[in-house]
């Protein structure tokens, strides 16, 4: 079983649309937590950062984190086309390496 | 100011080759981390560098795979003996320190293809 669990999708929503994308982990050494966008042929770049539990929000992004359930949320509001890539969670302890889900696709039709 | 590079970005090699990947962090940064990502995958860990020596190569799959940094800047990750197993996106990334709150910052990647 691997360490970080996430759906991959694809997920197609309208323009518009909240996009809603998780992962579940089974570390509960897990401290860090990411989400990092790929577009098609292009390195990861990351959108959020939080550590332990609770909310965080940038623009159009919320990120959540329930350690309890080990359970990872991202939210993207007014879903646009250009946010039509993969989204991958990433987590870490505090010595250890990264550890990423598979990715989820997502595309935002117009 | 310029990001992480990788040079090449394709390499088609046949089973049996050696293979040299190179990555081009950002200027200044000490940490290097190298990944490898399998079509429909997250990037798998592979190794991180701080400075000039590899502080955690736990992620490297077997002897075939090398990887060194003996000015503490550029990067080259060496494959022996290709399989095509060894067939993926390999991705370097580089951060300011190492530490746990940095960034990682990756290339673009080397999509590596062995017949």
């Known amino acids: 079983q691997k360490e970080v669990e996430q759906d991959p999708g694809p997920l197609s929503v309208p323009e518009g649309a909240i996009v809603s994308l998780n992962c579940t982990y089974s570390n509960s050494a897990f401290q860090y937590f990411m989400w990092y966008r790929q577009y098609s042929r292009k390195g990861p770049e990351l959108l959020m950062y939080t550590y332990s539990s609770g909310n965080k929000e940038d623009g159009r992004f919320t990120a959540q984190v329930d350690k309890s359930s080990k359970y990872i949320s991202l939210f993207i509001r007014d879903s646009q086309p250009s946010d039509s890539a993969t989204y991958l969670c990433a987590m870490r302890n505090s010595w250890g390496k990264l550890q990423f889900g598979a990715g989820t696709q997502v595309v935002v039709t117009p | 100011g310029a990001g992480v590079s990788q040079t090449p970005s394709n390499k088609v090699t046949e089973k049996g080759k050696y293979v040299e990947l190179r990555c081009d962090p950002i200027?200044?940064?000490?940490?290097l981390y190298w990944y490898r990502q399998s079509l429909g995958q997250g990037p798998e860990f592979l190794i991180y560098f701080q400075g000039t020596g590899a502080a955690d190569d736990s992620g490297l799959p077997n002897d075939r795979f090398f990887a060194v940094r003996p000015e503490g800047s550029v990067s080259t990750l060496k494959i022996q003996r290709t399989e095509r197993g060894d067939s993926a996106v390999y991705l370097c990334?580089?951060?300011?320190?190492?530490?746990?709150?940095?960034?990682?910052?990756f290339g673009p990647g080397t999509r590596l293809t062995v017949l």
């Open positions: 200027s200044g940064h000490t940490a």
């Open positions: 990334a580089s951060s300011p320190a190492g530490s746990v709150g940095d960034e990682q910052f």
